[in-house]
């Protein structure tokens, strides 16, 4: 438990037998992204000093940060079919560390653990419902948190995964042939690259039923669009941070309102929109986003000073942490969440 073991492949069977073998064993994955620059692949490990790191034929050139398993080596077939024993292991301990863009600085190591990834995935069974006749494309790059839910909802569920081939992600032309030949009723966008989608296709996909939102704001003019040209499929917007076991709020599209919401709190978890003082704000009026409930990540990699100005203690709850998110909200009189940006001047292209 809390070992971390680097895996750096490309999308693949082996991508999702080595997260597998990673959480079966007991500690947690650090995905390394084998399109990332060399300097940032060193930093991460250096930084998350793995036990192991997981690779396979295109990625062997990887930098050594420990014993290396080629997973493209028949090194299974003397294992036991059943699963390990992994003693202490506990609801707290890890399950996977991801890494920022590092907009802000170095990229800092997310530690997230089992209790709000489970959360969060049970969360998304009781409001989607997955069933075996499903099928989800798994097209996010496996170093950003979506994907942690792309590769577990539908293992977890029964449903069928597919998984896009590397760099099919950017496709729109190869997205749409996989969707329509897979019978694909499930997906995520960020929406910037269902702007790009819906503008390559001009036909209906009968067999996708919902779409899923989220990593930007999303603008009501694209709504609109999407309905438009996909009027029987389902949009849904969610909102949160890699500190939080990837989202922590939810609004389903019927309306296209100019500022998409971004909802209210998903199960467990509460969200609050505080001034400088950390008090709440009345209804209508802009401040500070802060999350707590049992998602908020256990803090950053190494960086203990940061943790502790990111991650406070709760004042409304005694015993529980928020993780401060520097977004700006406020509340709409339905109770549903809008975002309106950042409070510093960060910029994202």
């Given at each position: 438990?809390?070992?971390?073991?680097?895996?750096?492949?490309?999308?693949?069977?082996?991508?999702?037998?080595?997260?597998?073998?990673?959480?079966?064993?007991?500690?947690?994955?650090?995905?390394?992204?084998?399109?990332?620059?060399?300097?940032?692949?060193?930093?991460?490990?250096?930084?998350?000093?793995?036990?192991?790191?997981?690779?396979?034929?295109a990625t062997r050139?990887?930098?050594?940060?420990?014993?290396?398993?080629?997973?493209?080596?028949?090194?299974?077939?003397?294992?036991?079919?059943?699963?390990p024993v992994v003693a202490g292991l506990t609801p707290r301990h890890l399950a996977y560390v991801?890494?920022?863009?590092?907009?802000?600085?170095?990229?800092?190591?997310v530690m997230n653990a089992h209790a709000g990834v489970v959360n969060r995935l049970l969360w998304m069974q009781d409001a989607y419902g997955l069933g075996a006749d499903d099928?989800?494309?798994q097209k996010t790059p496996f170093s950003f948190d979506v994907s942690v839910w792309e590769f577990l909802w539908p293992l977890q569920t029964g449903a069928r995964l597919i998984m896009a081939r590397p760099g099919g992600h950017r496709d729109p032309d190869y997205l749409r042939e996989v969707i329509a030949r897979e019978?694909?009723?499930?997906?995520?966008?960020?929406?910037?690259?269902l702007d790009v989608?819906?503008?390559?296709?001009?036909?209906?996909?009968?067999?996708?039923?919902?779409?899923?939102?989220?990593?930007?704001?999303?603008?009501?003019?694209?709504?609109?669009?999407?309905h438009a040209q996909l009027p029987t499929v389902e949009l849904h917007n969610l909102y949160g941070p890699t500190e939080a076991a990837v989202d922590v709020?939810?609004?389903?599209?019927?309306?296209?309102?100019?500022?998409t919401p971004i909802g209210k709190p998903?199960?467990?978890?509460?969200?609050?929109?505080?001034?400088?003082q950390r008090q709440p704000v009345p209804q209508g009026v802009a401040g500070e986003l802060y999350i707590g409930g049992v998602q908020v990540a256990r803090g950053y990699l190494n960086r203990a000073e940061l943790t502790a100005e990111r991650f406070i203690d709760d004042p409304f709850v005694p015993g529980g942490r928020l993780y401060r998110t520097g977004d700006l909200a406020r509340h709409r009189p339905d109770g549903n969440l809008e975002y309106l940006g950042r409070n510093d001047d960060q910029v994202k292209l």
């Open positions: 438990p809390d070992d971390r073991v680097a895996i750096c492949v490309e999308r693949g069977l082996s991508m999702v037998v080595g997260l597998l073998a990673i959480l079966k064993a007991g500690g947690a994955y650090v995905p390394v992204d084998p399109d990332y620059p060399a300097e940032r692949v060193r930093h991460m490990l250096s930084d998350s000093a793995p036990v192991a790191v997981l690779v396979h034929g050139h990887v930098p050594e940060a420990g014993p290396v398993i080629d997973l493209d080596r028949p090194v299974w077939g003397e294992s036991p079919a059943s699963n991801i890494y920022t863009s590092g907009s802000t600085g170095l990229p800092k190591g099928v989800v494309l019978h694909v009723t499930t997906l995520h966008f960020v929406p910037s690259m989608f819906l503008a390559s296709t001009a036909s209906e996909l009968p067999q996708l039923v919902r779409v899923i939102c989220s990593g930007e704001a999303l603008p009501g003019s694209l709504v609109k669009r999407f709020s939810a609004w389903h599209c019927v309306t296209a309102p100019d500022n998903i199960a467990n978890t509460t969200l609050y929109v505080l001034d400088e």
